[in-house]
Nanobody, 120 residues
């Protein structure tokens, strides 16, 4: 079992910044892809950014140039630095991780989510 715990959400004015963190714990061999998705009210969950263990990143077009994903492999933690926030970035942000479980294989896990509200 892998547990993902997010932190860093909150209320910020448009143009401001927030930094989300997500720490993975539990029994696993390694974690390859980690990342962030978000879900706004009445909308489907969407990709924000992902990052592999080697540092390869993928970003949604809507956040390119404003958000930066990074990770600390020693701490099994992924970060999302969010700058120049817009009201349309308001959503619940979910951490995700693909973890290799001993004798079982690779499974995808999700955190509980952290709320980000950007006021205009």
């Amino acid at each position: 079992q892998v547990h993902l715990v997010e932190s860093g959400g909150g209320l910020v004015q448009a143009g401001g910044s927030l930094r989300l963190s997500c720490a993975a714990s539990g029994t696993f061999l390694n974690i390859n892809r980690m990342g962030w998705y978000r879900q706004a009210p009445g909308k489907q969950r969407e990709l924000v950014a992902t990052i592999t263990g080697s540092g390869t990143t993928v970003y949604a077009d809507s956040v390119k140039g404003r958000f930066t994903a990074s990770r600390d492999n020693a701490k099994n933690t992924v970060y999302l630095q969010m700058n120049s926030l817009k009201p349309e970035d308001t959503a619940v942000y979910y951490c995700t991780a693909d973890a290799a479980i001993p004798k079982i294989g690779v499974y995808n896990y999700w955190g509980q989510g952290t709320q980000v509200i950007v006021s205009s």
